[in-house]
């Protein structure tokens, strides 16, 4: 069974501070700029946001916020997300990563780390198959209600397109939003140059994880292809890691 949902006066009192701002978000879910929609599901401080691609928007967790926040990366993208917001000190949230790899897992510096994947189960990735990624995470559903119980909002950074990210991020989703959290994700499309196929991919999984969550914020990685014609290939995924890392 998952985990109960919770709708005590300490989730109310949180909800009433951040559903104004997270509404607007609900009323339009379409991909658009994360100047437009960072902001909305985090009652956050927003400053405003420049022409530039790089859509860089400093949010800050309210000192007033309170509540427990919690931001979970799912998959390589996402747990380099996680590792990018640590070294930047981001502060007020209690961070997560999950994953199919044990080895990107054990690169991983949140302080709470969960393999998805029965135990005896291949522990090297989910070979870019979403549904291994979504059968992965349903086969660990009660440790993951575990990571979500209690929460009052929950973040799910992630890169649609891979195998994990997609397939386990929707079943996270779910559980979180199940468990009575506010429930946004922050997640990236891939570059052109990845390929139509992991494109349809990422696509899938945004619809899908657009049906559980209370927000999405969708981060299209070719944009930073239009920033600089000096950035290098190689450096635009450490750049999307910095979006990521931004929009929460």
């Known amino acids: ?125 989910a070979g870019g198959n979403p549904e291994v990624g979504m059968r992965a995470a349903e086969s660990v559903i009660e440790d993951i209600d575990a990571l979500v119980a209690g929460a009052d909002m929950v973040f799910i950074t992630a890169g649609m397109g891979g195998g994990t990210g997609t397939g386990a991020s929707g079943v996270i989703g779910q559980r979180a939003k199940a468990a009575g959290a506010l429930t946004v994700g922050v997640v990236s499309l891939p570059f052109t140059f990845e390929g139509m196929r992991r494109r349809k991919l990422a696509e899938e999984g945004v619809g899908s994880l657009r049906e559980v969550v209370d927000a999405l914020i969708v981060v299209p990685n070719d944009r930073l292809l239009d920033l600089d014609h000096r950035v290098k290939l190689t450096d635009g995924f450490k750049v999307a890691d910095d979006m990521l890392r931004h929009g929460v």
């Open 1 to 125: 069974m998952f985990g109960t949902f919770c709708d005590c006066n300490r989730h109310k009192a949180f909800r009433k501070r951040v559903d104004g701002e997270l509404g607007a978000v609900k009323a339009d879910q379409r991909t658009m700029p994360m100047s437009s929609r960072a902001g909305a599901g985090s009652s956050a401080r927003v400053g405003r946001a420049p022409a530039d691609p790089l859509m860089s928007i400093d949010l800050e967790m309210s000192p007033g916020l309170g509540g427990d926040v919690r931001v979970i990366g799912v998959g390589g993208a996402g747990g380099n997300a996680v590792n990018r917001m640590i070294e930047a000190g981001v502060t007020g949230v209690r961070f997560i990563a999950v994953n199919t790899d044990t080895q990107a897992l054990g690169r991983c510096e949140a302080p709470v780390r969960l393999h998805l994947g029965k135990p005896g189960s291949a522990r090297d990735g």
